[in-house]
């Protein structure tokens, strides 16, 4: 259209008609132009220099002044509710959000934000928003002090452009509500996995200063690998029946192939701190510092802190393969030192104090705010204002939390837009598109009737376990109560033990036996142990089978299919454990048998030699038993005979008593002293007689003569005396016994020729009345 004559002129336009286009053309990038160059970051400031919040006085701030290109408009709850639970199941509500957005082509940016209850999500959520707001829509979420969740389901806000992309913030229901049932936590557990294949950033709120397993858990439910292993488990049948029921037909309904992202989400954790560890002089972000931090806790989480520990929150079998699933599943953040995290701390101030002119920002203590002061973003441009710019004596002087947690809000959202990716989904073997509005509302519109068709979670603890890479403890402790020594419990009831402790038992009761049969006299007290070792063998053998049942169907669940290698191979090395356990207790079942069966063996030989020793003797008592007789028969004839002819039957008494001779001596004398008989020098007893001679021997005799005893005659007269001849008898024989027992003597001294004593004459009897007595 351009005339063909002037051709300078024509140059001319051309050139301009070029400079028009690209100021044009360059006109959406100056805000990225902005942030590129640093223009709108936070500038540094001197807080040191502030006044004491003390010192401020009390002024009422005009919230409602707001500027109407900065104003928040919310249409309300059920516009900005994308998703709510019914029963357990996930509901996309109508008329949204998402469907006012499906038809839209540019990418979009998801940041999501979760956490547990009373963290303060939904107040992060809402200031993040006026950070970010460059247009005249965006959100409110409503935030209050309240134990139970005041966000229900999912919200979220209008998309909005931030530095030349487009951002939506969503707010999630926080977790661990008490009084939800199992299959609420399963549906939010669930929305959770089904967001990791869409969302570009994680904000994880906590209200801790340090990372623990009170946080990593719920990251677990973020993992592209939990929803991976979620929809493995859904019942197509029960999916295309939801589809029939919505109407949906032919297109639509080939969608059960698998859709799938092809990057990864960013991880960011929103920590607590006090405001005086957040920033520097100049109320800019320590970040040196809080990268140091993200590498201890990344050290402890993934066990490189202490290496040597083998227990605690240092094991590096505990938590390992948790850290390998983060690594796969986050966008990875690279620190100086070349290491690689894959995720952030960001922390934000505690907001436990009343300061400024308004003293509204203890928001431990009460609402953090309303929609009337939200509005218009005043509260958030109230904490960057002089109002808050004041020092708390907090650790010897801080900076008042509202102007850090408005520095921290504003470093925030631009260390977002530097490294929140766009995601990327693929549909079956289709190309990758990035995530647009038309998308992002077949996604969730398809994926929670995915969700809904999983079903209830078989373990939501277990679930939580796995997703912390402890199937390896799950699997074990299933094995140890089938072929270890752990009892399997339903509250106090055991249900099976295991069956090494089974043959423990057996084994002791077998060694107790034994013991038994060692003490025992009698070899029926002898077990016979032959059952032992096949009983073992049957029992393990039984069990083992039980077990590889139990092992194909753990392994076949879909939930364990992120961890199947390591957990398999873990499984492997302890079930190789307990049966080599195994051949040592079926070695010492056979040993027990063998020393039972020796045990027996030696009583029965004992028993074989006393039986032996008993026939033996009676053999020979029946061969020798009337020699025994006969010879008892004729030594007690022999003793009696001696016993007659002696005696001497009292000397053979008063021998058998010499042991107690004293005290019979003594005895005997003192009752016997005083009646006894006059005795010769020979012991022999004599008696007086009248007229009795003494003895004379003849001449030449070599008996010496006995001296006479002499006697004492009884008093009184005496009328009677013996006979002559009656005397001379009696003296005879006196004087013969006295020869005999001289030569008794004689033999027992030795002597060759005793010479006797000479008998003392005899002393003349009294009369013939003592005589007579005598």
Same mark, same amino acid.
């Given at each position: 259209?351009?005339?063909?004559?002037?051709?300078?002129?024509?140059?001319?336009?051309?050139?301009?008609?070029?400079?028009?286009?690209?100021?044009?053309?360059?006109?959406?990038?100056?805000?990225?132009?902005?942030?590129?160059?640093?223009?709108?970051?936070?500038?540094?400031?001197?807080?040191?220099?502030?006044?004491?919040?003390?010192?401020?006085?009390?002024?009422?701030?005009?919230?409602?002044?707001?500027?109407?290109?900065?104003?928040?408009?919310?249409?309300?709850?059920?516009?900005?509710?994308?998703?709510?639970?019914?029963?357990?199941?996930?509901?996309?509500?109508?008329?949204?959000?998402?469907?006012?957005?499906?038809?839209?082509?540019?990418?979009?940016?998801?940041?999501?934000?979760?956490?547990?209850?009373?963290?303060?999500?939904?107040?992060?959520?809402?200031?993040?928003?006026?950070?970010?707001?460059?247009?005249?829509?965006?959100?409110?979420?409503?935030?209050?002090?309240?134990?139970?969740?005041?966000?229900?389901?999912?919200?979220?806000?209008?998309?909005?452009?931030?530095?030349?992309?487009?951002?939506?913030?969503?707010?999630?229901?926080?977790?661990?509500?008490?009084?939800?049932?199992?299959?609420?936590?399963?549906?939010?557990?669930?929305?959770?996995?089904?967001?990791?294949?869409?969302?570009?950033?994680?904000?994880?709120?906590?209200?801790?200063?340090?990372?623990?397993?009170?946080?990593?858990?719920?990251?677990?439910?973020?993992?592209?690998?939990?929803?991976?292993?979620?929809?493995?488990?859904?019942?197509?049948?029960?999916?295309?029946?939801?589809?029939?029921?919505?109407?949906?037909?032919?297109?639509?309904?080939?969608?059960?192939?698998?859709?799938?992202?092809?990057?990864?989400?960013?991880?960011?954790?929103?920590?607590?701190?006090?405001?005086?560890?957040?920033?520097?002089?100049?109320?800019?972000?320590?970040?040196?510092?809080?990268?140091?931090?993200?590498?201890?806790?990344?050290?402890?989480?993934?066990?490189?802190?202490?290496?040597?520990?083998?227990?605690?929150?240092?094991?590096?079998?505990?938590?390992?393969?948790?850290?390998?699933?983060?690594?796969?599943?986050?966008?990875?953040?690279?620190?100086?030192?070349?290491?690689?995290?894959?995720?952030?701390?960001?922390?934000?101030?505690?907001?436990?104090?009343?300061?400024?002119?308004?003293?509204?920002?203890?928001?431990?203590?009460?609402?953090?705010?309303?929609?009337?002061?939200?509005?218009?973003?005043?509260?958030?441009?109230?904490?960057?204002?002089?109002?808050?710019?004041?020092?708390?004596?907090?650790?010897?002087?801080?900076?008042?939390?509202?102007?850090?947690?408005?520095?921290?809000?504003?470093?925030?959202?631009?260390?977002?837009?530097?490294?929140?990716?766009?995601?990327?989904?693929?549909?079956?073997?289709?190309?990758?598109?990035?995530?647009?509005?038309?998308?992002?509302?077949?996604?969730?519109?398809?994926?929670?009737?995915?969700?809904?068709?999983?079903?209830?979670?078989?373990?939501?603890?277990?679930?939580?376990?796995?997703?912390?890479?402890?199937?390896?403890?799950?699997?074990?402790?299933?094995?140890?109560?089938?072929?270890?020594?752990?009892?399997?419990?339903?509250?106090?009831?055991?249900?099976?033990?295991?069956?090494?402790?089974?043959?423990?038992?057996?084994?002791?009761?077998?060694?107790?036996?034994?013991?038994?049969?060692?003490?025992?006299?009698?070899?029926?007290?002898?077990?016979?142990?032959?059952?032992?070792?096949?009983?073992?063998?049957?029992?393990?053998?039984?069990?083992?089978?039980?077990?590889?049942?139990?092992?194909?169907?753990?392994?076949?669940?879909?939930?364990?299919?992120?961890?199947?290698?390591?957990?398999?191979?873990?499984?492997?090395?302890?079930?190789?454990?307990?049966?080599?356990?195994?051949?040592?207790?079926?070695?010492?079942?056979?040993?027990?048998?063998?020393?039972?069966?020796?045990?027996?063996?030696?009583?029965?030989?004992?028993?074989?030699?006393?039986?032996?020793?008993?026939?033996?003797?009676?053999?020979?008592?029946?061969?020798?038993?009337?020699?025994?007789?006969?010879?008892?028969?004729?030594?007690?004839?022999?003793?009696?005979?001696?016993?007659?002819?002696?005696?001497?039957?009292?000397?053979?008494?008063?021998?058998?008593?010499?042991?107690?001779?004293?005290?019979?001596?003594?005895?005997?004398?003192?009752?016997?002293?005083?009646?006894?008989?006059?005795?010769?020098?020979?012991?022999?007893?004599?008696?007086?007689?009248?007229?009795?001679?003494?003895?004379?021997?003849?001449? /030449?005799?070599?008996?010496? #003569?006995? @001296? +006479?005893?002499?006697?004492?005659? !009884?008093? %009184? =007269?005496?009328?009677? $005396?013996?006979?002559?001849?009656?005397?001379?008898?009696?003296?005879?024989?006196?004087?013969?016994?006295?020869?005999?027992?001289?030569?008794?003597?004689?033999?027992?001294?030795? /002597?060759?020729?005793?010479? #006797?004593? @000479? +008998?003392?004459?005899?002393?003349? !009897?009294? %009369? =013939?009345?003592?005589? $007579?007595?005598?």
């Amino acid at each position: 259209s351009i005339p063909s004559g002037n051709w300078h002129f024509n140059l001319v336009l051309l050139q301009r008609e070029w400079q028009i286009r690209m100021v044009h053309r360059a006109i959406p990038l100056l805000p990225l132009l902005a942030i590129l160059i640093g223009a709108d970051r936070p500038q540094p400031q001197e807080w040191r220099s502030w006044q004491k919040c003390s010192e401020l006085e009390n002024q009422k701030h005009p919230w409602h002044e707001g500027t109407p290109e900065r104003q928040l408009r919310s249409k309300g709850e059920d516009f900005h509710k994308l998703i709510s639970f019914d029963n357990g199941k996930l509901v996309v509500n109508e008329d949204t959000v998402l469907h006012e957005i499906k038809e839209t082509t540019e990418p979009i940016n998801v940041i999501v934000v979760y956490g547990h209850l009373r963290t303060g999500k939904s107040t992060v959520a809402s200031l993040m928003s006026c950070a970010m707001i460059d247009s005249k829509e965006g959100m409110f979420f409503p935030a209050r002090k309240s134990e139970d969740s005041v966000t229900d389901g999912l919200w979220a806000s209008m998309p909005f452009m931030f530095g030349g992309k487009q951002y939506m913030i969503m707010d999630l229901q926080g977790l661990g509500e008490s009084g939800e049932s199992k299959a609420h936590e399963d549906a939010l557990t669930k929305m959770i996995a089904m967001l990791s294949e869409v969302a570009s950033v994680f904000m994880y709120v906590t209200q801790n200063p340090r990372l623990s397993d009170f946080e990593y858990i719920p990251v677990g439910h973020a993992l592209q690998d939990t929803r991976d292993n979620l929809i493995t488990r859904f019942n197509e049948d029960e999916f295309r029946k939801a589809q029939e029921l919505r109407g949906k037909k032919g297109q639509e309904e080939l969608k059960t192939e698998k859709v799938k992202s092809t990057n990864h989400a960013a991880l960011v954790f929103l920590t607590r701190e006090d405001a005086y560890e957040i920033v520097d002089d100049h109320l800019m972000f320590k970040e040196a510092d809080y990268d140091a931090k993200a590498q201890r806790s990344w050290n402890k989480l993934y066990g490189l802190e202490d290496s040597s520990k083998t227990g605690g929150d240092n094991d590096v079998k505990k938590h390992h393969h948790f850290a390998e699933l983060m690594l796969t599943n986050f966008m990875n953040h690279s620190l100086g030192d070349q290491s690689t995290l894959p995720f952030r701390i960001l922390p934000l101030p505690a907001m436990s104090e009343s300061v400024g002119t308004l003293g509204e920002y203890n928001w431990r203590a009460g609402d953090p705010f309303t929609q009337e002061i939200h509005e218009n973003c005043q509260l958030y441009d109230h904490m960057g204002g002089r109002d808050v710019q004041c020092k708390v004596p907090t650790n010897g002087g801080s900076p008042a939390p509202p102007a850090v947690y408005r520095a921290m809000l504003d470093t925030l959202v631009y260390k977002i837009h530097d490294f929140a990716p766009q995601r990327e989904l693929s549909w079956g073997q289709g190309q990758a598109l990035p995530i647009t509005g038309q998308t992002l509302y077949e996604f969730i519109d398809y994926g929670v009737e995915q969700m809904n068709a999983v079903g209830p979670l078989p373990e939501t603890e277990l679930w939580r376990k796995i997703m912390e890479g402890a199937c390896t403890e799950v699997i074990h402790e299933k094995m140890s109560w089938y072929l270890g020594r752990e009892k399997e419990k339903n509250g106090e009831k055991t249900i099976r033990v295991g069956i090494l402790k089974q043959i423990d038992d057996d084994l002791t009761e077998a060694q107790n036996k034994i013991d038994k049969c060692k003490k025992a006299e009698d070899i029926k007290e002898c077990e016979d142990l032959t059952y032992l070792a096949p009983k073992v063998k049957d029992r393990w053998t039984q069990r083992r089978e039980e077990w590889d049942e139990v092992e194909a169907y753990f392994f076949t669940q879909p939930q364990y299919k992120a961890v199947y290698n390591d957990c398999l191979r873990n499984a492997s090395e302890r079930k190789s454990q307990y049966h080599t356990e195994y051949g040592e207790k079926y070695q010492r079942a056979i040993s027990a048998f063998n020393d039972m069966k020796s045990k027996k063996q030696e009583k029965e030989i004992l028993a074989l030699e006393d039986k032996l020793k008993k026939a033996e003797f009676d053999a020979w008592w029946e061969k020798n038993w009337w020699r025994l007789m006969l010879c008892a028969v004729i030594g007690m004839v022999v003793l009696i005979y001696v016993c007659r002819f002696t005696g001497q039957v009292h000397k053979c008494v008063s021998l058998a008593c010499s042991p107690c001779g004293v005290i019979c001596g003594y005895l005997l004398g003192s009752s016997v002293a005083r009646n006894a008989r006059p005795r010769a020098p020979s012991g022999l007893e004599m008696q007086s007689r009248s007229g009795v001679q003494p003895y004379l021997p003849p001449t /030449g005799s070599a008996l010496a #003569p006995v @001296a +006479p005893i002499p006697f004492a005659a !009884p008093p %009184g =007269p005496t009328s009677y $005396e013996l006979p002559t001849e009656t005397q001379q008898r009696l003296a005879n024989l006196e004087v013969m016994m006295m020869k005999m027992h001289a030569n008794v003597e004689a033999g027992e001294g030795g /002597g060759p020729n005793p010479q #006797p004593a @000479a +008998p003392s004459q005899p002393s003349q !009897p009294a %009369g =013939p009345v003592a005589a $007579e007595k005598k």
